[in-house]
């Protein structure tokens, strides 16, 4: 079995419960989303990047690791982290890092919250709690669903 299938299977097995599959695909990229916005505000020199590097850079470090699991969760996912940038990016520009920053903060609380209330529901501690990894299969977990309902193989 391939390694990227133990860890699904291994994460799928700790959510198990249709409601609580349902907040983990909610929350998980709301979470993913959150993370990215309060990195991207964190003050980078102007004269060498724009703002949004230390996103940049953390979503190219986590595309890395997924393509070495999966080619095809990795060509998902680095739709999605486009997509976060460019929400972030448009936030940013817009109404400003206080803003974007304060929104993450109040999405990542919230998600966090609506993920434990699921796993309250489901009855088992988050997979997290058993090894961090966990922290980075929640997103591909939420992709490979979205990829089992179209027959996307991966």
Same mark, same amino acid.
């Given at each position: 079995m391939r390694s990227i299938d133990t860890l699904l299977d291994n994460y799928t097995?700790?959510?198990?419960?249709?409601?609580?599959q349902l907040i983990h695909v909610i929350c998980v990229p709301a979470i993913v989303w959150s993370?990215?916005?309060a990195l991207w505000v964190i003050?980078?020199?102007?004269? !060498?990047?724009?703002? &949004? %590097?230390?996103?940049?850079?953390?979503?190219?470090?986590?595309?890395?690791?997924?393509w070495r699991l999966s080619k095809m969760l990795a060509v998902g996912i680095l739709v999605c982290f486009l997509a976060a940038a460019l929400?972030?990016?448009?936030? !940013?520009?817009?109404? &400003? %890092?206080s803003f974007l920053l304060e929104l993450g903060i109040g999405v990542f609380v919230i998600a966090w919250i609506g993920q434990f209330?699921?796993?309250h529901i489901e009855g088992k501690r988050p997979s997290f709690f058993t090894d961090m990894v966990y922290l980075?299969?929640?997103?591909?977990?939420?992709?490979?669903?979205?990829?089992?309902?179209?027959?996307?193989?991966?």
């Open positions: 097995g700790d959510h198990l419960n249709p409601k609580n993370v990215t916005a003050p980078v020199p102007e004269a !060498f990047f724009k703002p &949004g %590097a230390w996103a940049a850079l953390a979503m190219f470090a986590a595309w890395m690791y997924y929400l972030n990016r448009w936030l !940013f520009y817009r109404f &400003g %890092a209330i699921g796993h980075l299969i929640g997103p591909l977990w939420t992709l490979s669903k979205f990829y089992r309902r179209f027959d996307i193989e991966y």
